[in-house]
């Protein structure tokens, strides 16, 4: 058995990280995690090689070569599997700011993805100062309904926003 063909009995969504290139390489990823059948997947808005966001600082791609790629993958989903989740990983707060982020979250949402997962928000950030304060408007300015949280911040929120 080939190990794309182990099946599971539960959702599995992949980290495909910046998808292995181009638009191009996102859309062939894309296609091939639904044909593994895999449920979803994450996307990051990094330059290759991507590095984790808790040991080094980030690069991130232009916006444009961003955009092409979250639009390659929703092509493919929308071709292969309307069900297939995609999660616009966002990383340019880091290195760009909150404007920043803004701007590449509300751009995802109009691309067609179904969660965005802004990540890495900095210490200095005016998104970290009122925390609560802060993530709600975030999500509100992106257009998001309202949910629970659960952050990779150094803090958890646990009550609804």
Known sequence: ??????????????????????????????????????????????????????????EVLPRDEYYGKIGAVVEARNKDDMDFVVVARIDAAATLGDEELLVRAKACV?????????????????????????????YKNIGAPEVWIWGQLPFTLTERL
């Open 110 to 138: 109009k691309l067609g993805v179904d969660v965005i997962l802004p990540h890495m928000i900095p210490p200095t950030s005016k998104l970290r100062k009122e925390t609560k304060q802060a993530i709600k408007e975030l």
């Open 1 to 58: 058995m080939n190990t794309w063909q182990i099946p599971v009995n539960i959702p599995l969504i992949v980290d495909a990280d910046d998808a292995y290139g181009g638009a191009l390489a996102a859309y062939r990823t894309t296609q091939e995690l639904i044909r593994a059948g895999a449920a979803g997947m994450f996307i990051d808005d990094q330059k290759h090689p991507t590095k984790c966001p808790f040991l080094a600082i980030q």
